[in-house]
Structures are given as C-alpha cells and as structure tokens.
C-alpha cells in the first residue's frame, strides 16, 4: 500500500470569544424574562419554568471555561440568544469557505505546499451551511486547487472519516494532495435557550494536509499506520433541523439534542474498544502510545477513555485537552488538539487522533512521527 503522511494542519480560530460567566448572564437573563412573560401558565402547570444556569455548573459538567464564537453579540442578547451572521451575496465566498480557505492557507505554509499542489478538497463538518453547490468545490475555486472536491457528514467523526477517505484517494491514485477541512459553526445549530446544551459548542475550522509519504517535504510530518471506522445507529445525539423543516410548519424547531447520561455510558466502551483494537491490530501496546488526541466533547469522558485504553489514568500530556478554550467544536476538536499539542514530540513517537460522535460514529487514526 502506498505510506501517506499528515504533512501539515491549520486552524482558523474567530476572533471572538464568550466567558461561562458571560453566558450564563444572559442565559438567566433570558430565563427570567420568560418566566415572567408566562407566570400565570407556569403557575397553572401549562408551561414549564425555565433554570438558571451558572458558571460553576458548566465547568463541572462539561470542563468548559469559554468558546470561540462567529459572533458573540446575537448569543448575548437575551432576546434573541443566538448569533447574528448576516446574508452574503453569491458573488461573496460564504462564511464557512472563508473560515476554510483561511485553515487551509495554514496548512499548506506549514506543509510547504502551495494550493496548486492541491487535487483533491474534502470538507468534512457536522454544520454545513448549504446542501449545494458543495462548500469544497467553492474552497478548492477561491484557493485555485486542482482536481475535484466534494462534501461529507458524519457529524463529529467528519474529520477522522474524511481523514480515511482522503488517504483512500492517495492510495488509489485519483489523488496524490488531499485537503481536509473541517469547518464548524456550532453557535448556529444550538439552542442557546437550553440549560443543558447552551454551553457546549463553539465555532472553529482545521485542515489537514495528507499526501504521499514519498513526495512530502515538511518537517513536521506524521506517518499514517493505519484507520479504523466505526458506527453503530442511535438517536441519542441528533439534529433534525434540514430543509424538510419548512414541509412541516407546525412541527417544534428541533436543534441540537442529546441524551447526555445514555451518550456518555455507551459511546466510552465503544471508543475505548475501537482505540484498543485498532492499536493491538497494528501490533503495539497501548503503552506505546504517547499521546491521545480524542474528540473534545467532555473531559470526563476523555479522561475515562484513556484510562480504559492504558489501564490507569493518563497524565494530562497524554491526552490533551482544548475543552476549557475552544469548547466542543464537534468534528475540528481533535484535530485542534494535535494542531496544538504535538510539537514536544520526537521522531519514532506514536500518536491517536479519534473522533466520535452521532452516528453513533467513531474514527482512530494512528499515526508516528517521521
């Protein structure tokens, strides 16, 4: 088979940012004004009163301190409580393939590539911003790529799945430079009225760079030794805000939804058990893995994956975490954490991005560095 390496990544991070603290003002404000408005039907059991949430919830629910956001204005404002991100013209790159040309641009730095280097765009995300035409085809044509391009969804496993059909590509020879983009605007799918969500996504994009191992230059290069995917059908984490929404006016606004204590108990055996087998398979030990970059969702069950997979619990350079910065940002989270959590390591280390989520879905990459 044909050794392909991840020569370069790249992360666009937004400008602007929201405090648990920040959030949790408006979320009780908002609380309190609804309340208000609907005293009597709450009283006659009609309606349900909305909590209050606090800082101190979100952090030991979640490991959450703050998030990156489009824009931090709509979320805040307790009449409207989510962001405001006006209309473009079609004659205007869309908001997603500016936060992706932008990862991209420093991915490709990073890798010494330029974007002609480039003929094969994937972007792979939970939020797509439009069914069509795809937001990579539009990426490849603002960055002047050659070849074809195309989107994919698997919710937070984007990134890991379009990792393997990236290399898939490579090892077929429809493609020898692959892009994978991971743009992610989570502040738009979430309900910031929902005590028990409105904390956990934030918005970022990452790209990652695969290509040959024979043709790849950078000094940072990782070695990809193998991928294993996996799904398992649950409704436990779901969205069903699509374009049949306008076919059913009477329906409820259905947004992010999750059955947090259902997805905790079963996605940590089934993520842990794919991590383990995908490492023995490759003959190694889990020992001989030095670092863990898993999907950023929730601390808590990052630390009980680890400690599933190594028998003991991991050191926090073993499994980093962007969690209190960046929040869930659903298929970019891993790769944010190797983006920012792999320079310490020597040629010969062995590493594990893994993403997971609904689907259910999960993805393990292992890679070593060069």
């Known amino acids: ?33 609804f309340n208000a408005a609907h005293a009597e039907a709450i009283e006659a059991g009609e309606v349900e009163a909305r909590p209050e949430s606090s800082a101190e919830f979100i952090l030991k629910a979640s490991g959450i301190s703050s998030r990156y956001v ?68 539009e990426v490849q044509h603002e960055l002047g790529c050659g070849g074809y391009a195309y989107d994919m969804n698997v919710a937070c496993s984007s990134a890991t799945f379009g990792i393997q059909n990236a290399a898939s590509a490579i090892q077929s020879g429809s493609a020898s430079c692959v892009l994978v983009l991971n743009p992610e605007i989570c502040t738009g799918h979430l309900d910031f009225t929902d005590r028990d969500s409105h904390f956990i996504f934030g918005d970022a994009c990452t790209a990652i760079l695969l290509e040959r191992s024979d043709a790849a230059t950078s000094d940072d290069c990782w070695d990809i030794l193998g991928s294993r995917l996996t799904t398992s059908f649950s409704n436990n984490i779901r969205n069903d805000f699509g374009f049949l929404r306008r076919a059913r006016p009477d329906a409820p606004v259905q947004l992010f939804t999750q059955q947090g204590r259902k997805v905790f108990k079963e996605v940590v055996p089934l993520v842990s058990k794919l991590i383990g087998e995908h490492v023995a398979e490759l003959g190694l030990e889990a020992s001989e893995v030095r670092r863990f970059w898993l999907h950023q969702a929730n601390l808590t069950m990052n630390r009980l994956i680890a400690r599933k997979v190594l028998g003991r619990e991991a050191e926090d350079a ?26 310490d390591l020597s040629s010969g280390d062995v590493g594990v991005v893994c993403s997971f989520g609904a689907g259910y ?10």
């Open 1 to 33: 088979m044909t050794p392909i390496s991840i020569s370069g990544t790249g992360l666009y991070t937004p400008s602007e940012s929201i405090s648990n603290e920040e959030l949790v003002t408006a979320f009780n404000e908002h609380a309190r004004r």
């Open 70 to 137: 489009m824009n931090r204005s709509g979320i805040l404002d307790p009449e409207r409580m989510t962001p405001t991100l006006p209309p473009r013209s079609v004659e205007e790159p869309g908001i997603l393939c500016e936060t992706a040309t932008a990862a991209a641009r420093d991915a490709l730095a990073r890798a010494g590539r330029q974007a002609s280097d480039v003929d094969c765009v994937i972007v792979a995300c939970s939020n797509p911003e439009r069914p069509y035409p795809a937001i990579a085809i």
């Open 318 to 343: 073993e499994a980093p975490t962007i969690l209190d910065e960046y929040a869930n940002t659903s298929s970019a989270g891993s790769i944010i954490a190797f983006h920012k959590h792999h320079a």
């Open 361 to 370: 879905s999960a993805g393990s990459i292992v890679i070593k560095k060069r």
